[in-house]
Nanobody, 125 residues
Framework: QVQLVESGGGKVQAGGSLRLSCAASGPFSSYDMGWFRQAPGKEREFVAAINRNGGKTYYAVSVKGRFTISRDNAKNTVYLQMNSLKPEDTAVYFC???????????????????WGQGTQVTVSS
């Protein structure tokens, strides 16, 4: 079992940056990791994913070129560096762990086995 705890959220002006962290307990390097977000009144949406060794990444079109996902398996932590933030990036951000054997359906929330509690990101215009 894996427990996930996000941190690093906060309030920032448009154009600013934040780095989210997700600390994991358990066999972290056995899981692909993803970031999702949910804005008020909207469904949870995929943001980014990274495979077990960090060699593969995948991004939503809306964040590609602005956000970077990375991981440090020695620290059991996955990161989301968010640059050039926009008001539409305002949401609760969740990290999740995917134990399936292939890095294929990583944009689908249904493949993830474990979720963190979320951290709020608010971007003002």
């Amino acid at each position: 079992q894996v427990q996930l705890v996000e941190s690093g959220g906060g309030k920032v002006q448009a154009g600013g940056s934040l780095r989210l962290s997700c600390a994991a307990s358990g066999p972290f390097s056995s899981y692909d990791m993803g970031w999702f977000r949910q804005a008020p009144g909207k469904e949870r949406e995929f943001v980014a994913a990274i495979n077990r060794n960090g060699g593969k990444t995948y991004y939503a079109v809306s964040v590609k070129g602005r956000f970077t996902i990375s991981r440090d398996n020695a620290k059991n932590t996955v990161y989301l560096q968010m640059n050039s933030l926009k008001p539409e990036d305002t949401a609760v951000y969740f990290c999740a762990a995917d134990g399936s054997p292939t890095f294929v359906l990583v944009a689908s929330s249904g493949v993830y086995d474990y979720w963190g509690q979320g951290t709020q990101v608010t971007v003002s215009s």
